[in-house]
């Protein structure tokens, strides 16, 4: 949804941010703005939510590359569940 609205703004700011941006009008500069402000708070959020790690977690993560056995997924099951169509 759009809606056009009269601001009051700084130009040498928009200016700044359009060069900083990679924008050519006031109105995708502003935009491009307002949606890096969401992505940052949304990446911000997401890392937030992220529990802490360590070795041990990433050891059993890694687990299956070194095993001798296939690892419980791979790629061609998934090729062959998807190719072969509903039994």
């Known amino acids: ?3 056009h609205t009269t601001i009051d703004i700084d130009v040498d700011l928009v200016r700044q941010a359009g060069a900083a941006l990679g924008t050519s009008t006031m109105t995708e500069t502003v935009h491009a703005a307002l949606s ?3 992505r940052r708070r949304t990446r911000r ?3 937030d939510l992220r529990p802490a790690l360590d070795l041990s977690d990433l050891d059993a993560m890694r687990a299956h590359r ?3 056995d296939r690892a419980p997924y791979s790629a061609s099951d998934a ?3 998807t190719s072969s169509g509903p039994e």
């Open 66 to 68: 070194f095993a001798e």
């Open 36 to 38: 890096e402000a969401v």
């Open 79 to 81: 090729d062959r569940a």
């Open 45 to 47: 959020a997401i890392a």
């Open 1 to 3: 949804m759009r809606k």
